[in-house]
């Protein structure tokens, strides 16, 4: 990069204001999903399995997205990967049957597996290295405030014209989210760039051999705390039920879980700059395994809060640890191939998590897969502590 002193401001919309925009998008479509799906005549479990299509598509989506995004490079990536998903909801809008509902759905998946990934390079350029995890904390941060607004959003235009009130909300933020990422302002080359630019492109393949040893550890690790993430916003309105909560309590609870959530991810970050990786991966894996532990023994409102709350808290500091040990990880060649890969590991962890909760439930019990589920974290802990240096010595 230049030799021009890094200053916040110069990219602090365009690189971040989209993130907030596509969780705004996010947040107003997936609670609706499986509405709109039932209103077009689909079963209860048809209706499901058309709103996982966002995960699965996003989790198909990783190999493509490196591609696409070394080839085509962030910004272009990023813009196309907006109007790909205006396409996919305009779709699921004007949709008269399921199959085109689920077509929209699974383009929308794709294309936010293209959005993430090639604003997570975007950045790893555009911010100096020794900021890295504040950047990309704030990122995840962002993504979490958008998903907030989303279905507040969404649930005031519904009130208004109804059900597809919620897509043309989503559609807004995305317009307004390709806007923001042309705005992105052109990134100076950096002294090795030609170089690395000049060199043949590794295969796949060679990625994932080459750093197989990362992938087999730490990428490990961050598929555990994903897998736990996501099981958590199933164990929550499960054992919510369980004790005898009310609907309306249980998204109080969640309510406030957000909000820890949201605050707390700067100052992971910075912590992160300052001290070290180790510092907030080690106890954002403990914490979340201590509160999915605690959460069976909870059968009041005021313990299963005050857990939850903690869930949230351990959560929100692990905001960007993924995106920020990727970085850390990452060759110069074939950068946003090995990201990729990464990304696929923990769709991975996203995806399987609430599957391995939900089969244990059916076999065991819930107290059992939430049990199980928190062991993750224990494990996910014991790979930080041992991978990872345990004073700060991330790139500057």
Partial sequence: MSDTPFRWNKIIIPAFGPSMLFGIANGAILPVIALSAIDLGASHSMSGFIAALVGLGSLAGNIPAAMITSKHGERRSLIGAAILSVLALALCVAALHPALLALGVLLMGLATSVFYLARQTYLMDAVPVHMRARAFSTLGGTQRIGMFIGPFAAAAMMHAIGLAGAYYVAITALIAAGVLSFALPELQPRDDAAAVSAAPKPRMTSIASTHRN?????????????????????????????????????????????????LVFYPAGKIMDHYGRLWVALPCALILAISLFALPFTGA???????????????????????????????????????????????????????LLSGLTALISLAAGIATTGAFGLVAAVIFWRRLPHSNSAPR
Avoid: E
Wanted: with cysteine; hydrophobic share 55%; aromatic share 6%.
């Fill in 301 to 355: 409102l005021l313990s299963f809060s005050l857990v939850c709350m903690l869930m949230g808290l351990g959560n929100g500091i692990g905001s960007g640890i993924v995106m920020t040990l990727g970085a850390d990880a990452s060759p110069k060649a074939g950068r946003t191939q090995f990201l990729g890969l990464w990304r696929l590991i923990a769709d991975i962890g996203t995806s399987l998590g609430p599957i």
């Fill in 214 to 262: 990362v992938f087999l550890t730490l990428g490990v690790g961050i598929l555990l705390i994903s897998a736990m993430r996501a099981s958590r916003q199933v164990a929550i309105p499960l054992w919510a039920d369980a004790i005898g909560m009310t609907p309306a309590m249980t998204a109080v609870v969640f309510g406030l879980v957000s909000s820890i959530d949201m």
